[in-house]
């Protein structure tokens, strides 16, 4: 599970789309990425377990920008052939 900062929204990132945290999760965490990262074990146990279909079915690409801070922001994976 990657975790991003899309719109200023708490976003997860997988391979199949993205999903905000807010939504999906029917508001049982915040919208807020800070918040989300506070609780990120508890985030990973309700993501593994409810399997929500990601929000909007869009490959997530990266930019050479976005490269520079991947490892701050964990959106780069080991897969990717930017990392």
Known sequence: MR???LAGRATIVTDEG???VATGSNGAFSS???RCIAQLDTLKVWFDAAQPD???HIKPT????TR???PLSRVLSK???LA
């Open 54 to 56: 990601p929000s909007e």
């Open 18 to 20: 993205i999903l905000d």
């Open 3 to 5: 975790i991003a900062n």
């Open 32 to 34: 807020s990425l800070d």
């Open 62 to 65: 990266i930019s050479l920008a």
């Open 68 to 70: 520079a801070w991947a």
């Open 79 to 81: 897969s990717s052939p």
